[in-house]
């Protein structure tokens, strides 16, 4: 026990620090809007106003800005393919080579109720179907991230399973207050601008960590795993995407800070999560800051850092074990050990050029000796993209976005897979080391309501790392709908 208080002891040091700090009072004649939640400078609507003209309807139906119930819906159908690539291999874990068409199908209905002003409830059943190409296995970039609830070659099923089930407390810490944008996660449409929150229960740690408004959204945006989220941020998820966990928050005026405490899983990428937190789970630290500094336009940056405490392999010590003839191949499986640790930061910064243009990235970075756990094989990422909207061309309601990602891997895991080794998505027999290289493109025309159609396609060179396969062209067709 005493040893498990000395490894919370800093993260709770510093959210009682933010807490005292938050104790202060702050004048708000300088302030900008709270974030993470979208806020805007509309007033709230009237009781009575309850729908919207029917021309801006973003959904198939119209959600209520008064009623304490929440009742909404997605759908978000892939379809990709690719042409045959050049490959001198292939091996278990290898995109493969040959011409390959998969479909994806993810379904959520998003229920929510406020209990009172400030507690809100949350339950999200789900339904995945489908796969991606090559069973979403052959790159450190998988080119959909939906695939992530499916898992390899659709193993899970289709059969429904509840996403997310969470309480939301606030606790007001100022009279002033700011106007907020209510949607299938926030039900609150004013919030006070200094407050702390509390969730609980079951979620995704990217619904909250490492969110970019231009490059975090499968539905509307990109589709690459590594343009939505920070490669190299190993978080803590089932073969879903989800875990359990805690998450505390505070939010000033210009900044916010918040830390969660998550569930690993039992094995990587596996689907029981490991409920002891002596020995397994995850730390998670964020801090924000919101400004206008740059030509007077809002901008954002977001600093990460995560410790995971689990089963883990080790990659020099599979390399060692193989020489020794201990193994045919280097195996990360016989290597895993309890206690392991493997940490990481990142940075995420989004810029408005323009009211319609905005640019966005990321970095990221891991230790990477011991395995990739949880998320992707993916040790250093370096992401830049824009973004419009096509107000420009008067589709205001259309957007369109161009993203670069370059993915890396450490030394030790590089010489893992050149011997052979396999990792939960790579493994081409052999290995030609090089970055992994991503272009993709998007383009979502709204069509009516809640319907989108949308055109993607990405372009990979080095797959899985490797400068002997590829390069390879993914288009894609998406269509998504919003109830």
């Known amino acids: 026990m005493t040893r498990l208080l000395t490894q919370f002891a800093l993260p709770i040091f510093v959210l ?112 995945a179907s489908g796969r991606g190409i090559s069973g979403g296995e052959g790159l450190a970039g998988t080119t959909n991230l939906d695939v992530v609830h499916i898992s390899s070659g659709g193993s899970l099923g289709s059969k429904p399973y509840i996403g997310r089930v969470m309480l939301r407390q606030i606790i007001p810490l100022s ?95 596996n689907t029981f999560l490991d409920a002891d937190i002596a020995r397994a789970r995850a730390e998670n630290l964020e801090f924000e800051a919101r400004g206008s500094l740059i030509a007077h336009r809002s901008g954002t940056v977001r600093l990460l850092s995560y410790l995971n405490h689990a089963n883990m392999g080790n990659y020099a010590e599979s390399i060692r074990d193989f020489f020794n003839h201990e193994t045919p191949t280097p195996d990360i499986k016989f290597t895993r050990r309890q206690g392991r640790h493997k940490y990481g930061f990142g940075l995420n910064f989004e810029q408005e050029i323009t009211p319609q243009v905005g640019i966005f990235g990321r970095v990221g970075w891991s230790d990477g000796h011991n395995e990739s756990f949880a998320y992707t094989e993916d040790d250093r990422t370096f992401e830049l993209g824009g973004f419009s909207t096509g107000e420009k061309w008067r589709r205001k309601n259309d957007r369109a976005g161009v993203a670069f990602v370059a993915n890396g891997i450490v030394a030790a895991h590089q010489h893992y897979l050149a011997l052979g080794g396999l990792g939960f998505l790579l493994g081409d027999g052999a290995l030609t080391y090089g970055p992994e290289k991503i272009f993709e493109g998007f383009y979502t025309a709204h069509l009516w309501r809640g319907f989108y159609l949308a055109f993607d396609v990405q372009h990979i060179n080095n797959p899985g790392y490797n400068q ?6 993914v288009p894609a067709v998406r269509f998504h709908a919003d109830f």
Request: glycine share 6%; charged share 20%.
């Open 175 to 269: 009279k002033d207050r700011v106007d907020a944008e209510r949607d299938e996660l926030h039900l609150a449409t004013s919030l006070p601008a200094r407050r702390i929150e509390i969730r609980i229960g079951k979620f995704s740690l990217a619904d909250f960590f490492d969110v970019n408004s231009r490059g975090s959204d499968t539905h509307l945006q990109f589709l690459n795993g590594t343009v939505d989220n920070n490669g190299a941020w190993d978080y803590a998820a089932d073969t879903r995407g989800y875990t359990d966990g805690v998450l505390l928050e505070y939010d000033d005026h210009w900044w916010s800070v918040r830390f969660a405490e998550a569930l690993m899983p039992k094995m990587a990428n």
């Open 468 to 473: 002997a396969r590829g390069p390879v062209l």
């Open 16 to 127: 009682l620090f933010v807490c005292l700090m938050a104790s202060r009072d702050v004048s708000a004649q300088n302030s900008l809007p709270s974030k993470p939640v979208a806020q805007t400078s509309t007033p709230p609507p009237s009781a009575g106003d309850d729908s919207k003209d029917s021309g801006d309807l973003l959904t198939v139906f119209p959600h209520s800005e008064t009623s304490r119930y929440w009742i909404s819906g997605q759908a978000n159908i892939i379809l990709q393919w690719h042409p045959a690539f050049p490959a001198k291999y292939s091996g278990p874990h290898s995109l493969l080579p040959v011409g390959e068409n998969a479909t994806s199908k993810w379904f959520t209905l998003y229920l929510g109720y406020e209990l009172t002003s400030t507690t809100e409830v949350f339950l999200d059943p789900e339904s």
